[in-house]
């Protein structure tokens, strides 16, 4: 018997780009629910655009890559982003009739996931007000950088930036040097867990009641609630916390520290007088650990560039996992900085099943992640090759909204489907 999964019978519009929009489609698609991509070669997700191809695969599929279109199925981004069923269909909604078939696949859907600017859809006749007389009972989820409303809902909003203005550089990075970003997209894998619970809300709510509702997310927003105890303390205390590099206020030694090897690492914190016993005990209770300004917490924060120094001339005598091992044994919070060779490799994520090897028809076999965040006890997330551009638009057309052929082929000479 085959295995019933939550979202099993829902049917979801993913007309995203980019990040945050296609995650939170996923979230739904891992878990049985039929989502059509929406896509045009025209304006192509920027995902399927650049990123670097395995030279052996270029060479493999030179002909293929002539051709523009096929050439947006070897972005590596969409792949990694994509990694789950869904069903392609391609639309120029600058097509007059494209916008009618849409009109009819959002009279056919119970969610609709959009990332675009404010006032992108509206000009097509396909905003909230618009969409909600055609489909009373369907869920509109809208993320975007800034939201749909206030000053700044008109700017396209992009994960480098948004990241940007929540706050996350001014508090990454060393007081003598420019912030260090985190990430370039860091609030591009925040937001999702937002609006994933915002949906999966909306959705019981829509099978209890048979109403619909539009979801407006600010993805500026959900990146600033992970910074809710700074944002506090400013209100507080008007206390702004300063780049500090890798120290604590509240611990030390903290920080990563340099081991055996090329370029490896080991993170260790230390917070309370017991732990530093036990930190003590395993670098061996040299001499310097008994020095008195390093005899309280208050004292090993103050002079915790002298510490530091120490602490490193003891990892760099051993491997980062050697470090971790140790300090773990004794109960002081240490972890190896991990590369991605090394998470492929990390034998937990192996017995959580983390990694899934999918043939992509173009990139070859692709290791991919399960959904993150969660998972679920009694089913299964499925896992699936990427979806190409506009794969399934004729059956789409076809066998779910019942455009007759004669119709379609017209439509389709007629750059609908573009």
């Not at 070897?74 to 097509?95: D, E, I, Q, R, W």
């Not at 937002?194 to 099978?207: N, R, S, T, V």
Request: hydrophobic fraction near 35%; glycine fraction near 8%.
């Amino acid at each position: 018997m085959e295995e019933k999964r939550p979202f099993d019978g829902l049917k979801v519009l993913d007309f995203t780009w980019g990040g945050v929009g296609p995650f939170q489609a996923n979230f739904l698609a891992y878990y049985g629910a039929m989502v059509v991509r929406i896509e045009s070669a025209a304006r192509p997700d920027v995902t399927r655009q650049g990123g670097n191809v395995n030279p052996h695969v270029l060479a493999k599929f030179a002909e293929e890559l002539k051709d523009p279109k096929k050439r947006l199925e070897f972005g590596p981004a969409f792949a990694v982003t994509h990694p789950v069923k869904k069903y392609g269909m391609s639309l120029n909604l600058n097509n007059p009739k494209a916008v009618e078939v849409f009109k009819q696949l959002a009279k056919w859907a119970d969610v609709f996931v959009e990332s675009f600017t404010t006032g992108t859809l509206e000009r097509k006749g396909l905003g909230w007000e618009d969409l909600k007389k055609i489909n009373p009972r369907l869920i509109m989820h809208r993320t975007c950088g800034y939201g749909h409303t206030g000053s700044m809902a008109s700017q396209p909003g992009y994960g480098q930036t948004v990241t940007s203005l929540t706050g996350f550089y001014t508090i990454t990075g060393w007081p003598d040097r420019l912030p260090v970003p985190i990430s370039s997209f860091y609030t591009d894998h925040l937001s999702p867990l937002f609006g994933g619970l915002a949906l999966m809300a909306a959705i019981d709510y829509q099978q209890r009641t048979g109403k619909g509702q539009c979801i407006d997310q600010s993805q500026i927003e959900s990146g600033i609630n992970y910074l809710s105890p700074l944002v506090l303390d400013y209100s507080a205390n008007q206390r702004d916390l300063a780049l500090r590099g890798n120290s604590s206020p509240c611990a030390a030694p903290h920080g990563a520290y340099r081991c055996q090897g090329n370029d490896r690492w080991v993170a260790i914190t230390v917070q309370t007088d017991q732990e530093w016993e036990s930190f003590c005990k395993v670098v061996g209770n040299p001499p310097w650990t008994k020095d008195v300004k390093f005899g309280t917490l208050t004292g090993r924060i103050k002079n915790s560039e002298d510490l530091d120094k120490y602490v490193n001339k003891w990892t760099e005598k051993h491997t980062a996992e050697q470090v971790m091992t140790m300090m773990q044994k004794e109960g002081v919070a240490a972890g190896v900085v991990a590369t991605a060779q090394d998470s492929e490799a990390d034998p937990q994520l192996a017995a959580y099943d983390f990694f899934h090897e999918i043939e992509h028809p173009y990139l070859g076999k692709q290791k991919f992640f399960h959904p993150p965040a969660f998972t679920l006890s009694d089913a299964k997330a499925e896992v699936h090759q990427p979806v190409q551009l506009g794969e399934h638009t004729e059956y789409i057309c076809k066998d779910v909204l019942g455009i007759p052929a004669v119709e379609y082929d017209r439509m389709k000479k007629e750059g609908v489907f573009d």
